[in-house]
């Protein structure tokens, strides 16, 4: 379960938010303290998360402190699940 | 009608001192409503503290101070001292502190502000630039401000000022590096003020603006927060971070205020079509709202098309949708639609448009394109539209559109070169290409390669320089050019680079130190990043780069995968 949510996380922010499909994202890499994905993107993100996995991402979570990594956003999604 | 700024605004505190402002909106917190005795007394705080400074009016003060009650208080103080204020972005965590050192220092050596006011984390910053010789006297750290219990009272410097002295300056939008100070009379921002609320028929007894755009570009600080608050209506106003995060909270506001008109740029359509959930609109109400106005990146048919039908189930009405054409030069608005109908479309034919630059109608069976109309223009300004040369155009042919107006800005502050380049004739040269039509203005696109990413005015020049710091990136092998994005409304900025690394790891790292670079760097992110070997960017027989050959190449690549 675990990678399964890092890997289609990971596949959709390579695809859809950087345009570059075949991008390996790791779970640790930053990806908004990086500048790989800027603000613009985070609803996307929060979109795709509630839509594939039916939990509930609030607004104020967006940002570097709560998810910054593929991890730290799994994470959230899994104890949402439980 | 009063002669200054601090007049005006003491004309409303003095008769309806308990009447709303502002309402602060915050998340993670309560709306806060600020009377307009309360936004006068605390602004005379800050005017005060920069009369104990040593500030003199009509010097200019620079403000950088992120999204809170005293960046409104701190412009009005300015104001009551009579002082010139200008709003400058402040330091996001995306951007590299030390280019937006240098861009900092490089804009105080041109400007020479007096003073600078600012919050205590950005200390460190301050002092590095503003270094031995600076025209900047005294930075007020908004912690150390002394606030008071005071009396209401209208003999501030300000109040002496004379309506064609400068009232404050806008830096219009840039890319990196020096941005021009457009600076405003008094009298050249009530006429703007009473043209637009002409065209957009402004009723004090019942209009609320809502606005969640940043006070540090025209369509902000001048619709979105000097009409409303010289004008005696209310302000909702909404922090531009919560926004780009909660796009619903735009519409909660409208619903929950009242509220009548906003101001927003294109792809904010497209955003709040797309990414606001059912969940977040259950029991709105938007039939108040009378006008969006569209404006600050081109005008798409589309976008309002994809808004329309999002929000017409919650009472958006059919007319409410509008569209303006505006610029900091000419303090804000130049047209506005005429907000009783929907605004004029066109289908025009897209190769006579594309290789001639002339607007006929499309015919069955070719390819067309929508035109959107940005409306009249206001009583106060005029519009043409010439050639190269200067020759004025017969209406629907595209060309340089140039105005005249009495709200143009008096000059870029301390650069004559620049204020002298943009006239021909008393016309104000726009740079933008457009065509008239019907008495209707339709702005087709930019002289210059601009790029306009969500109201943002990019230079892809600039964005080519940064590349060319990076290592793997030589001068003249990359380049930058803006494509539309249908589904966002906006453009998004393609970065193509040629390297020598053979190997395919190289070049992914190479496309994330790009894409941080660019981030950190300008105030943009990097949609399409692509390397390639050497010999993929066309060049002209000169040797040079030419942005729109290489956009037709990547384009036809595109299409072929």
């Known amino acids: ?82 | 009608m009063s002669s200054v700024f601090p007049a005006r605004l003491w004309l409303h505190t003095q008769n309806n001192p308990e009447n709303t402002a502002v309402h602060f909106l915050e998340s993670n917190a309560d709306d806060l409503a600020v009377s307009y005795q309360e936004l006068y007394l605390r602004a005379a705080d800050f005017a005060e503290e920069l009369h104990r400074s040593g500030i003199k009016p009509g010097e200019v003060v620079i403000l950088i101070i992120n999204y809170r009650l005293d960046l409104i208080y701190a412009f009005w103080g300015a104001i009551l001292h009579g002082a010139i204020p200008s709003i400058l972005p402040f330091l996001t965590e995306k951007l590299n502190p030390e280019r937006y050192l240098a861009d900092l220092t490089t804009l105080l050596s041109v400007t020479r502000p007096s003073a600078i006011v600012t919050y205590g984390d950005f200390r460190p910053i301050v002092k590095k630039a503003v270094k031995e010789n600076s025209s900047v006297r005294s930075v007020l750290y908004l912690e150390e401000i002394t606030r008071g219990e005071k009396q209401l009272k209208n003999d501030y410097p300000g109040f002496h000022r004379s309506a064609e002295e400068v009232v404050l300056l806008q830096h219009s939008s840039g890319t990196t590096g020096l941005q021009k100070g457009v600076a405003l009379s008094h009298q050249a921002v009530f006429n703007q003020l009473e043209a637009l609320s002409e065209a957009i028929r402004i009723d004090e007894s019942s209009d609320v603006i809502v606005s969640w755009l940043p006070l540090y570009h025209d369509m902000g600080l001048i619709a979105g927060f000097i009409l409303p608050i010289l004008s005696g209506i209310p302000l909702v106003l909404i922090s531009p971070f919560d926004w780009v995060r909660a796009p619903y909270r735009l519409l909660q506001a409208v619903s929950q205020y009242r509220g009548t008109l906003s101001w927003l740029p294109n792809f904010a359509y497209n955003f709040c079509a797309i990414k606001i959930r059912d969940r977040h609109l259950e029991g709105l109400d938007l039939s108040s709202w009378r006008a969006v106005i569209n404006c600050s990146e081109p005008v798409r048919w589309e976008s309002h098309q994809a808004f329309q039908e999002k929000f017409a189930a919650y009472g958006l009405r059919q007319t409410a949708l509008q569209t303006s054409y505006a610029m900091a030069e000419n303090t804000f608005g130049v047209t506005q639609s005429d907000l009783d109908r929907e605004p004029s479309t066109q289908c025009v034919d897209q190769d006579t448009f594309l290789e001639k630059g002339l607007i006929k109608p499309a015919e069955q069976d070719k390819p067309s394109l929508v035109m959107m109309s940005s409306g009249k223009t206001l009583v106060n300004t005029s519009i043409r539209v010439q050639d190269a040369k200067g020759n004025i155009l017969p209406d629907d042919s595209v060309g340089e559109i140039a105005l005249k107006s009495n709200c143009m800005l008096k000059e870029y502050y301390n650069r004559p070169d620049a204020t002298q380049k943009s006239f021909q004739d008393g016309w104000f040269l726009t740079g933008d290409y457009g065509y008239l039509s019907r008495g209707e203005i339709y702005v087709t696109g930019r002289k210059k390669d601009l790029i306009i990413v969500g109201g943002k005015n990019i230079y892809p020049g600039d964005l080519e320089e940064l590349l060319y710091e990076l290592p793997g990136v030589h001068p003249g092998r990359a380049v930058v050019f803006g494509l539309y994005n249908e589904k966002l409304g906006t453009e998004d900025v393609v970065v193509i680079a040629e390297t020598d690394l053979e190997d395919s790891q190289d070049h992914q790292a190479l496309a994330d130190l790009i894409r941080s670079h660019i981030t950190q760097n300008s105030p943009i992110s990097l949609r399409h990043v692509k390397i390639t070997k050497a010999g993929w960017i066309l060049k002209t027989s000169s040797g040079k780069t030419s942005r729109s050959a290489n956009k037709e190449k990547y384009l036809s690549e595109l299409a072929s995968h």
Do not use: H, K, W
């Open chain 1, 1 to 82: 379960m675990e990678t399964e949510i890092i890997s289609a996380l990971g596949e959709f922010i390579s695809s859809e938010i950087l345009n570059q499909p075949g991008r390996e994202i790791s779970e640790t890499e930053n990806l908004i303290s990086s500048g790989l994905i800027d603000s613009l993107s985070l609803v996307d993100i929060a979109l795709f998360v509630e839509e594939q996995f039916q939990v509930i991402i609030d607004d104020t979570e967006l940002n570097a402190d709560t998810f910054d990594t593929l991890a730290e956003l799994e994470s959230i999604i899994r104890s949402r699940l439980s």
